[in-house]
Each structure stands twice: as structure tokens, then as C-alpha cells.
């Protein structure tokens, strides 16, 4: 079955910059229509999309974030990357990877979560 | 503030149906698939509805979805304890730049 795992730093400084890898099996991100995305939830909040990358390399982003994050992908290692520039520490938050269904925007698979602590 | 809204709560005894709104716009819901997703306490979010009105195999018919017009809801019918839980609805936004978005989340309490 899919399986996605989060890793990272689990504490990172205000202003340092976030990288976080998702490490995937049984699937490929350069099969027709697989995407993966990024998602996360600040502790008691509601969640929140991030980015979402597609098998041909396009790649999706929130308006809102959209000038701080990029995510890439490394499909001959099965992962996928989400940098985050200039943490903040409202940006403290569990981020969770997904696999999204292909051809369709549902994500059906999700990482466990990483919890990521913003504070010096 | 979450594009897509959502009651904070809802809550009912076992056996049970609850409701679940979701009221979002032309840009959203009014124009895309709508998704649920249930996440239990301390778990990552579950996949329990998609294309509108869709159950991945697994998920008990005791969960529907509808949509009409910029809104949707999330129906639970014989509800069960392990049902407690948040649900969140989501779906694309055909905004200025096109973003997933998810609603503000529903803790379904089972009284």
C-alpha cells in the first residue's frame, strides 16, 4: 500500500529557512496524473494547503505563502521537497505530506506529520 | 479565515444523523469537486469523501456527501462513538491564482 513519511527538523530558529522531505513508496511521481502536496495545521487549528507538485514538474502554491515555499521533486529517490524561507513562529505547525489520487484533487494517502517548533 | 465555512460543532447521540455544512462560492465550490476529510484526535486526515459524493472503498456508507449551488454537506446517519472527530471540507479555488483551500474544520461531538 502508499505510504509518505515526513521528516526534518522538528525546531528551527525565527528566521531560518524550513526544509522538509517526504519520502514515498509504492507509487511514482512520474506516473500520469500523481501529485503530491504539503499541508499543515498549527496545534488546535484548522489545516491549511501549502503547495502541491505534479508528475510533469508543475507546481501549485498558496497565494499566501506562495513567495516563501518551493517544492520539488527527486522521483529516481521517491521524495519530495518543501522549503519554507523566513520561519516565523506562527509558522510552529504539524506539516503533513499526501499523495493526491491521480486526476483528481482528492489526497487519499497521508503522512504521518511532522511537528515543527518555530522559536529561539 | 478559511474560504470555505463550516459550523465550529456538532454533536449528537449514538445512532443519530449529523449534518455538516459547508458554504463556500462561484469560485470554489461552485465551480470544483468538493472533498471531505476526517481527522481523529492526535491522527492525520482520513479521505472520506471525493468527487462531490464519492466513498473510497472503506469508508462506511453511513457517511454522504452532497452539493448544491456554492454549498455542500457532510451527512453521518447511525452515528458511532469512533465517529468523534474533525471534518473538514475542501476543494479548489479558481481565484486569482488557483489554490486547494480547506473549510474551517467541525468537531463532531457524540453525546
Known amino acids: 500500500q502508499i505510504t509518505l513519511k515526513e521528516s526534518g527538523p522538528t525546531l528551527v530558529k525565527p528566521t531560518q529557512t524550513l526544509t522538509l522531505t517526504c519520502t514515498f513508496s509504492k507509487f511514482s511521481l512520474s506516473t500520469s496524473g500523481v501529485g503530491v502536496g504539503w499541508i499543515r495545521q498549527p496545534p488546535g487549528k484548522a489545516l491549511e494547503w501549502l503547495a502541491l507538485?505534479?508528475?510533469?514538474?508543475?507546481?501549485r502554491y498558496s497565494p499566501s505563502l506562495k513567495s516563501r515555499l518551493t517544492i520539488t521533486k527527486d522521483t529516481s529517490k521517491n521524495q519530495v521537497v518543501l522549503r519554507m524561507t523566513n520561519m516565523n513562529p506562527v509558522d510552529t505547525a504539524t506539516y503533513f505530506c499526501a499523495h493526491r489520487i491521480p486526476y483528481n484533487d482528492a489526497f487519499d494517502v497521508w503522512g504521518q506529520g511532522i511537528m515543527v517548533t518555530v522559536s529561539s | 479565515q478559511s474560504v470555505l465555512t463550516q459550523p465550529p460543532s456538532a454533536s449528537g447521540t449514538p445512532g443519530q444523523r449529523v449534518t455538516i455544512s459547508c458554504s463556500g462560492s462561484?469560485?470554489?465550490?461552485?465551480?470544483?469537486?468538493v472533498y471531505w476529510y476526517q481527522q481523529l484526535p492526535g491522527t492525520a486526515p482520513k479521505l472520506l469523501i471525493y468527487a462531490d459524493d464519492q466513498r473510497p472503498s472503506g469508508v462506511p456508507d453511513r457517511f454522504s456527501a452532497s452539493k448544491s449551488g456554492t454549498s455542500a454537506s457532510l451527512a453521518i446517519s447511525g452515528l458511532r462513538s469512533e465517529d468523534e472527530a474533525d471534518y473538514y471540507c475542501a476543494a479548489w479555488d479558481d481565484g486569482l491564482t488557483a489554490s486547494y483551500v480547506f473549510g474551517s474544520g467541525t468537531k463532531v461531538t457524540v453525546l
Open positions: 462561484r469560485a470554489n465550490i461552485g465551480s470544483n469537486s
Open positions: 507538485i505534479y508528475w510533469d514538474d508543475d507546481q
